[in-house]
């Protein structure tokens, strides 16, 4: 019902910069197909149009830059988690508060089956439309979200089932109320408890990976990235406030950053980049969320063969052999 509620209250998706010339050729060929109905002749052009029309979006995604990647990975039309939990899940049921303060709605979490597994799948929500939007809270998580997420993963741990991460924040709320409840031990205390969780963790970025927030849900055996998602410490308008003190240097600080799923794959951070439908997810949410399914499948069939504690070790390791860097000789 809550995604219902978001998407008819959803606006008309707006279009990026770079998509306009595919946006423009598609409009075309709407108008053609509907005269086509009384002039059949019109058919070939149609066909020239549409082939041009593939050809032209996979020319320009196939050379897109980091922010524009960024900007991608932003889009408000791009599947949510609540819109794969729809497509991936079934039986899904939601479970809220963490039994210490209340519930947070920017988190969503709970039970269900994926292909035939009992899994607890817990993923961040934006929400669509204005209402959504406020109640979750733009998708930044309070204390009690991350709280409530490693409730659920401790009792998943109990049940012995497996846990599906879906990231999609800016970042964790930094207001002063999240604050006072304690934000940043919260979001410790999921790091610390889900490294050694004794069940298959797969996390997956599916849109914004943003900071301290989106690490929260991040600590897992398997890391995927979609195709243009981004996962970084700091968004690129912060890293260029504090760098260059100037907003308009943003896209050489997404450049700077190697924050797309490529850069981040390259650096041994990602196991595995997921395709999206051809021009983003936004596309078709269908296709993106059939892909993203059968790498979770594979990789979680993969896991559910380990002991415990190989789950551990390797999950210890893995994160042990995150990062390098360079010791500089001494004078």
């Given at each position: 019902m809550a995604e219902t509620a978001e998407r008819m209250d959803s606006p008309a998706a707006p279009v990026l910069d770079f998509e306009r010339p595919i946006v423009d050729l598609e409009r075309k060929i709407e108008g053609l197909v509907k005269v086509s109905r009384e002039a059949p002749e019109l058919r070939p052009q149609i066909d020239l149009l549409e082939s041009r029309a593939r050809e032209l979006q996979r020319e320009i995604f196939a050379d897109l830059s980091p922010?524009?990647?960024?900007?991608?990975?932003?889009?408000?039309?791009?599947?949510?988690?609540?819109?794969?939990?729809?497509?991936?899940?079934?039986?899904?049921?939601?479970?809220?508060?963490?039994?210490?303060?209340?519930?947070?709605?920017?988190?969503?979490?709970?039970?269900?089956?994926?292909?035939?597994?009992?899994?607890?799948?817990?993923?961040?929500?934006?929400?669509?439309?204005?209402?959504?939007?406020?109640?979750?809270?733009?998708?930044?998580?309070?204390?009690?979200?991350?709280?409530?997420?490693?409730?659920?993963?401790?009792?998943?741990?109990?049940?012995?089932?497996?846990?599906?991460?879906?990231?999609?924040?800016q970042g964790?709320?930094?207001?002063?109320?999240?604050?006072?409840?304690?934000?940043?031990?919260?979001?410790?205390?999921?790091?610390?408890?889900?490294?050694?969780?004794?069940?298959?963790?797969?996390?997956?970025?599916?849109?914004?990976?943003?900071?301290g927030g989106a690490l929260a849900l991040g600590v897992g055996d398997r890391i995927l990235m979609l195709e243009y998602a981004t996962y970084s410490v700091i968004s690129p308008e912060g890293c260029a406030s504090i760098l260059w003190r100037d907003d308009s240097k943003k896209p050489e600080a997404a450049a700077a950053m190697k924050m797309t799923a490529t850069d981040l794959q390259r650096l041994a951070i990602v196991d595995e980049i997921v395709p999206e439908a051809l021009g983003g997810a936004h596309r078709d949410h269908d296709i993106t969320a059939r892909n993203l399914g059968d790498v979770i499948r594979r990789h979680l069939a993969e896991l559910m063969l380990l002991s415990p504690e190989t789950l551990r070790a390797r999950r210890y390791a893995k994160f042990r052999r995150i990062g390098a860097f360079v010791e500089s000789g001494g004078g």
């Open positions: 922010w524009q990647k960024v900007q991608l990975s932003r889009h408000p039309a791009r599947p949510y988690t609540l819109d794969y939990i729809e497509r991936l899940i079934d039986g899904f049921i939601e479970l809220h508060g963490d039994r210490r303060y209340g519930d947070d709605p920017a988190i969503v979490a709970g039970f269900g089956l994926f292909e035939g597994t009992p899994v607890l799948l817990v993923g961040q929500q934006k929400g669509r439309g204005t209402k959504e939007k406020v109640r979750r809270n733009f998708g930044q998580p309070k204390p009690e979200g991350y709280r409530k997420a490693l409730r659920l993963m401790d009792l998943a741990a109990r049940m012995r089932r497996p846990i599906i991460c879906l990231i999609d924040t964790a709320y930094p207001g002063i109320d999240a604050e006072e409840r304690g934000q940043a031990e919260a979001i410790a205390k999921n790091l610390e408890v889900m490294a050694g969780l004794p069940v298959p963790i797969v996390c997956a970025v599916i849109g914004e990976g943003g900071s």
